[in-house]
């Protein structure tokens, strides 16, 4: 059973970083898409990058591009989200999420994903 568990989230000051990480188990972890989204109450849910399955192409959103960065390790089966220069907007839960195939135009679409995780807080306040 295809299984992702999102862990790393907690409270940072303007300008910290954090590092997140989602465990995969129950599948193949490069035969998957994976993308990293944010919520915030009220809100929709909001692609912050993904890396494709195919060749391990990367892509941000234009809000975190510069400041997060997004790897795969398929040994350790785990794709991380790696956030520096964090800012009080960056505030939301965090998921991670994995398709087995989603078009490269679609990959910041939370629609295109099929399994996800439980969520991580992120909370960027003095």
């Known amino acids: 059973q295809l299984q992702l568990v999102e862990s790393g989230g907690g409270l940072v000051q303007p300008g910290g970083s954090l590092r997140l990480s989602c465990a995969a188990s129950g599948f193949t972890l490069d035969d998957y898409t994976i993308g990293w989204f944010r919520q915030v109450p009220g809100k929709e849910r909001e692609g912050v990058s993904c890396?494709?399955?195919?060749?391990?192409?990367?892509f941000y959103a234009g809000s975190v591009r510069g400041r997060y960065t997004i790897s795969r390790d398929n040994a350790k089966r785990t794709v991380d989200l790696q956030m520096n220069s964090l800012k009080p907007e960056d505030t939301a839960v965090y998921y991670c999420a994995a398709a087995r195939w989603v078009p490269p135009q679609f990959g910041l679409r939370y629609e295109a994903y099929d399994s996800w995780g439980q969520g991580t807080q992120v909370t960027v306040s003095s």
């Open positions: 890396i494709s399955r195919s060749d391990g192409s990367t």
